[in-house]
């Protein structure tokens, strides 16, 4: 074997699991699918903030199935766990749906389309009655844009009957302090 210049500590070299909760974050993803009811679904990446490097959180175990509690330090403090290795780390929004045409008993099925991206800054315009006109929301409008991102188990069953989970972006509350993230061009060699 040749020599090469790393290590692996079986014992202090793990990965670390994503802890769910609320991070800083900006937009840096976009998908829209059409439905063929007319409606379409929109997937949105968040990349967590280097704002995340100044985060921590009491360390928690579980003492039964129903009951966890906080580890306590010799000095009768919580422990606690930096969560700086979440900024960077990147996740996708548990699909936000637009249905159009809805009549006004139903028209409630666009709430979470209305909210999710009003708490990003979007500001769809409104009648006289105050009634929001929705607009369909494209990849310029919101690419860099602050968002407080809960980020949370996502349970899901597939095609196959299998029962997986996955972290997603669940809602998302304004970032007051946030700014946009401008987006970095990139050279193409061509």
């Given at each position: ?15 670390k699991k994503p802890?769910?909760g609320k991070y ?8 829209a ?7 379409k679904?929109f997937?949105?990446d ?5 704002e ?6 009491e360390?928690t175990m579980q ?9 306590i330090e010799?000095d009768?403090?919580?422990?606690t ?5 979440m ?13 159009p ?6 028209r409630?099925?666009?709430?979470k389309?209305?909210e999710f ?6 500001k769809?315009?409104a009648?006289?009655k105050?009634i ?5 929301i494209?990849?310029e409008?919101?690419i ?5 991102a809960?980020?949370?188990v996502?349970?899901?069953t597939t095609?196959?009957?299998e029962?997986?989970?996955?972290m ?8 007051d302090?946030?700014?946009r ?5 990139v050279?193409?060699?061509?």
């Amino acid at each position: 074997m040749k020599e090469f210049d790393a290590t692996f500590d079986s014992v202090n070299d793990q990965p670390k699991k994503p802890v769910p909760g609320k991070y800083p974050s900006h937009v840096s993803g976009f998908e829209a699918v059409s439905l063929r009811s007319g409606g379409k679904v929109f997937n949105v990446d968040f990349t967590l903030a280097d704002e995340c490097k100044n985060m921590s959180r009491e360390v928690t175990m579980q003492l039964s199935e129903n009951v966890s509690g906080t580890v306590i330090e010799d000095d009768y403090k919580p422990k606690t766990e930096s969560l700086a290795f979440m900024a960077g780390k990147q996740y996708r929004s548990a699909g936000v749906f637009l249905t159009p045409n809805l009549p006004q008993s139903e028209r409630w099925k666009n709430k979470k389309y209305n909210e999710f991206f009003t708490n990003m800054g979007v500001k769809f315009p409104a009648d006289e009655k105050g009634i929001v006109k929705l607009q369909e929301i494209e990849e310029e409008d919101i690419i860099g844009l602050p968002a407080i991102a809960d980020i949370q188990v996502y349970k899901y069953t597939t095609k196959e009957g299998e029962e997986r989970t996955s972290m997603r972006v669940m809602n998302v509350f304004p970032w007051d302090d946030g700014t946009r993230k401008e987006q970095k061009e990139v050279d193409v060699p061509f």
